[in-house]
């Protein structure tokens, strides 16, 4: 299958900083990555969908200022978390679409595991 | 609120026993259907998708989709304790935009 990476895996952060998750699909263009939050014993719940060229559709409850995605290519996705806090604090994971015909498949990335102190 | 409905479980089966899992949904008009298994700690890797109505399997692992009655059903055949994890249902509706939308997912134990 597709292969997608996050980077960094981990990070630790202080209170108030910002911090950036990249997501890449490695061997496959994705027009269409997105974004996905699982708090401890919780589902993944959808933050945003990343179009490649285009601005990031946010589901509803997620702030779009404080959750800035950018989809700069056809195979890198960022994530900013501004001024992060601790309920921030969570397992942010991306995945990136590949359709083909009636084929309909997300790579899910090995997450990123955001701890803010 | 469109919803996936899982147990949370945990299910405990003994090692080679049959795991059933099941999942239900609100939209009738739901068009694909996904089988996700997450280990502690990491992120989910697919099973299986399943479409149309009736069964698809894949090695040791059995699809079954109902639309009438809205479920889908995981089984896993000869279980081994690797497949201890939390089994994800993930569901795309209709005019959804092709976003998945996930169940809170089933928490299976295999004991030896």
Not at chain 1, 14 to 21: E, H, L, Q, Y
Not at chain 1, 51 to 60: I, L, M
Not at chain 2, 80 to 104: E, H, M, R
Request: neutral net charge.
């Amino acid at each position: 299958g597709a292969v997608v990476s996050q980077h960094p895996s981990r990070v630790i952060c202080k209170s108030g900083t910002s911090v950036k998750i990249e997501c890449r699909s490695l061997d496959f263009q994705a027009t269409t990555m997105f974004w996905y939050r699982q708090f401890p014993k919780q589902s993944l719940m959808l933050m945003a969908t990343s179009n490649e060229g285009s601005k990031a559709t946010y589901e509803q409850g997620v702030e779009k200022d404080k959750f800035l995605i950018n989809h700069a290519s056809l195979t890198l996705s960022t994530l900013t978390v501004t001024s992060a806090h601790p309920e921030d604090s969570s397992f942010y994971i991306c995945s990136a679409r590949v359709i083909a015909g009636a084929y309909n498949e997300q790579f899910f990335g090995p997450g990123t595991r955001l701890t803010v102190l | 609120q469109k919803e996936v409905e899982q147990n949370s479980g945990p299910l405990s089966v003994p090692e080679g026993a049959i795991a059933s899992l099941n999942c239900t949904y609100s939209d009738r008009g739901s068009q694909s259907f996904f089988w996700y298994r997450q280990y502690s700690g990491k992120s989910p890797e697919l099973i299986m998708f399943i479409y149309s109505n009736g069964d698809k399997e894949d090695g040791r692992f059995t699809a079954q989709l109902n639309k009438a009655s809205q479920y889908v059903s995981l089984l896993i055949r000869d279980s081994q304790p690797s497949d201890s994890a939390t089994y994800l249902c993930a569901v795309i509706w209709a005019g959804g935009g092709n976003k998945l939308t996930f169940g809170t997912g089933t928490q299976l134990k295999v004991e030896l």
